[in-house]
């Protein structure tokens, strides 16, 4: 089980366009760190990284991931595992982005 994270331009398939034609980005090398990271580390209940949903897609606007970013950075620093921290700091630098990038969505793909 993994999660494979992307990051698009526009909302995915909100328009009929080519598949993939909004894909900026995507990240799969930390996929099942990441997936293990989100089921094992202690997530903030109120928060919006317990969102991601490890078995089906959940996808963050440029507002959300910018609160997302903070909360994947801040469980980066606590965790000991350095595989699980690369794959946290992997996702909040996707999220950054998408932050930064006005109208753009992470998409996080799950198993």
């Known amino acids: 089980m993994g999660i494979e994270l992307e990051l698009h331009s526009?909302?995915?398939?909100?328009?009929?366009?080519?598949?993939?034609?909004?894909?900026?980005?995507?990240?799969?090398?930390?996929?099942?760190?990441?997936?293990?990271?989100?089921?094992?580390?202690?997530?903030?209940?109120?928060?919006?990284?317990?969102?991601?949903?490890?078995?089906?897609?959940?996808?963050?606007?440029?507002?959300?991931?910018?609160?997302?970013?903070?909360?994947?950075?801040a469980l980066a620093e606590r965790c000991t595992d350095e595989q699980r921290k690369a794959a946290l700091l992997d996702l909040a630098a996707l999220l950054d982005e998408c932050a930064a990038t006005p109208g753009s969505y992470v998409r996080c793909v799950g198993d």
């Open 10 to 73: 526009e909302r995915p398939g909100a328009r009929k366009r080519a598949p993939g034609a909004t894909l900026l980005r995507e990240s799969h090398q930390h996929g099942e760190a990441l997936a293990r990271a989100l089921g094992t580390l202690e997530l903030d209940p109120s928060g919006k990284l317990s969102w991601i949903d490890p078995y089906g897609d959940t996808l963050f606007n440029e507002q959300e991931a910018q609160v997302v970013c903070a909360e994947a950075a």
